[in-house]
Nanobody, 127 residues
């Protein structure tokens, strides 16, 4: 069984930065693909960033305009999402996910293809 736990969310002002963490435990290894998604009330869950095992390939949502970065502390099985220049539109619950089923290139941004999810961490950005 895989367990994911997000942390680091909070309330910030527009223009601030925030770093989210996703701690993984269970049979997952550092060589695992990972993705971050977010969901606002009344909206579908959308992909923020996905990366293959070992960061061979990484894709970001085009709407982020380079403001977010995914990183990993592989010694601790922790993935990070560094978010800069936050905007009110970034307000959402952020989830990390792993256990992708299917081909990464086609499915990395499809939430239905991930087997394991964390409980989410709330980010609120005020203008």
């Amino acid at each position: 069984q895989v367990r994911l736990e997000e942390s680091g969310g909070g309330s910030v002002q527009a223009g601030d930065s925030l770093t989210l963490s996703c701690a993984a435990s269970g049979w997952i290894t550092r060589l695992a693909s990972m993705a971050w998604f977010r969901q606002s009330p009344g909206k579908e869950r959308e992909a923020v960033v996905g990366t293959t095992a070992g960061f061979e390939r990484t894709s970001y949502a085009a709407s982020l305009k380079g403001r977010f970065t995914i990183a990993q502390d592989d010694a601790k099985n922790i993935w990070y999402l560094q978010m800069n220049t936050l905007e009110p539109e970034d307000s959402a619950t952020y989830f990390c996910a792993t256990g992708l089923q299917g081909t990464w290139e086609r499915e990395w941004n499809n939430p239905s293809q991930y087997r394991f999810w964390g409980q989410g961490t709330q980010v609120t950005v005020s203008s």
